[in-house]
C-alpha cells in the first residue's frame, strides 16, 4: 500500500504506511496503575481475561456511545443555561465571533462548542 500523508494542526505533516501494523503508545504510570487495579481485583481480572474477544469490543463501544450520550445531554444544557439572563453577555460575545458564518447548523455547532468550553473554564453560570 502507498504511503499516506496525515496533517497535523501545526502544519507538519507525516508519512504513514497503511500496511504497518499500527502500535499503541505505553504509558509507565498507567501500566502500574492497571497491575495495581488487577492485584487490588483479582476475580474482575479473571472474569475479563475470560470474556470473549468480541464482548469485550462491545463492551468497549457501549462505554464510548454512552459517554457520548452523556457529553450530549450536558452539551444540551449549557446551551439552554446560555438563554439565561446571566450568560447574555457571553452568549452575545460567542454569536459576535461567528457572525461571518453562513451555514445555521455550523453556526449551531460552533456556538455549542464555544459555549461548552466557557463552561469548562467556569463562564457560565448553568445554576
Known amino acids: ?16 504506511n497503511d500496511d504497518a501494523e499500527f502500535e499503541l503508545p505505553v504509558n509507565p504510570e498507567i501500566e502500574q496503575k492497571i497491575a495495581d487495579y488487577k492485584k487490588a481485583h483479582p476475580r474482575l481480572a479473571a472474569t475479563v481475561k475470560q470474556m470473549p474477544r468480541e464482548r469485550l469490543e462491545n463492551a468497549y463501544i457501549l462505554h464510548r456511545l454512552e459517554r457520548g450520550e452523556r457529553f450530549e445531554v450536558y ?10 439572563p446571566e450568560n447574555q453577555e457571553l452568549k452575545q460575545q460567542i454569536e459576535d465571533k461567528l457572525q461571518h458564518v453562513l451555514d445555521p447548523k455550523v453556526k449551531a455547532r460552533l456556538f455549542a462548542r464555544r459555549a461548552v468550553q466557557a463552561a469548562g473554564i467556569g463562564s457560565v453560570k448553568m445554576c
Open 75 to 84: 452539551r444540551q444544557k449549557v446551551v439552554a443555561a446560555m438563554d439565561k
Open 1 to 16: 500500500m502507498p504511503l499516506v500523508e496525515k496533517s497535523r494542526k501545526n502544519g507538519a505533516t507525516e508519512m504513514f
